[in-house]
């Protein structure tokens, strides 16, 4: 899951991805490292067909809204965007210079200001449109917002992907909260009881593949922005 290199590989691509997962529940059937699998899975596929380097994953990001179910940790958004730039500044100054954030939690808003601060160096993928597309493409039935969080969509990336890290359960683990206007106030906690937003029940193995092929030829069009 994590890329390994030796010393000097890859020396000549000018575009590094860093995949931003978390560490938050997903339900009684999907792992707390859900976010960063998937965003280590979009960055695997990614680096196959494009010159880009690959860099280990932050595995901590912010998940604050997810605090009501043990086993979730999180980080300040100060702290997430310190990491960042300081991976930035890093590889800056190895002779990378652009950076690619990778991000498979929605939770991590801070990273659209870092990339937005960055003044054309850094660039956010997959964001929602490119999310949305990939739904689509693939024959997802549901939408990124009716479907937030341990629904068909990240059931299915796994199922496609890793599906010794899905447990029994997804099958009938559906329930629907489309009005969550006060998510960032009060949590996940009051609009579901088993921290799922979404429909699992609708994932097959064959709609992730799907989504992870729509990806990557979406990233082409992200890579010619961040070369001009």
């Known amino acids: 899951m994590i890329p390994l290199h030796t010393s000097g590989e890859e020396r000549s691509a000018p575009v590094a991805l860093l995949p931003v997962g978390s560490h938050e529940q997903h339900g009684p059937y999907l792992p707390l490292a859900t976010d960063t699998v998937i965003a280590c899975l979009v960055a695997a596929e990614i680096a196959r067909s494009h010159a880009v380097r690959t860099l280990p994953p932050v595995t901590i990001s912010c998940s604050q809204e997810h605090a009501g179910w043990p086993g979730t940790v999180s980080v300040s958004a100060a702290t997430l965007i310190s990491i960042v730039r300081d991976v930035a500044d890093s590889l800056r100054s190895a002779g990378v210079p652009k950076l690619v954030l990778v991000n498979g939690h929605g939770g991590n808003y801070v990273l659209g200001n870092v990339v937005q601060e960055a003044g054309g160096d850094m660039a956010l993928f997959p964001v929602a449109e490119d999310w949305e597309e990939a739904r689509r493409a693939a024959g997802l039935e549901t939408t990124g917002d009716g479907d937030m969080h341990a629904g068909e969509l990240e059931t299915s990336i796994l199922l496609h992907a890793r599906p010794d890290l899905v447990r029994e359960g997804y099958e009938n683990g559906d ?45 082409g069009r992200c890579l010619a922005v961040l070369e001009q």
């Open 175 to 219: 329930h629907l909260a489309d009005d969550r206007r006060h998510l960032l106030t009060a949590g996940m906690a009051p609009y579901t009881a088993s921290g799922v937003v979404g429909r699992p029940s609708l994932a097959s193995a064959r709609k992730g593949r799907d989504v992870l092929a729509h990806l990557v030829g979406s990233f």
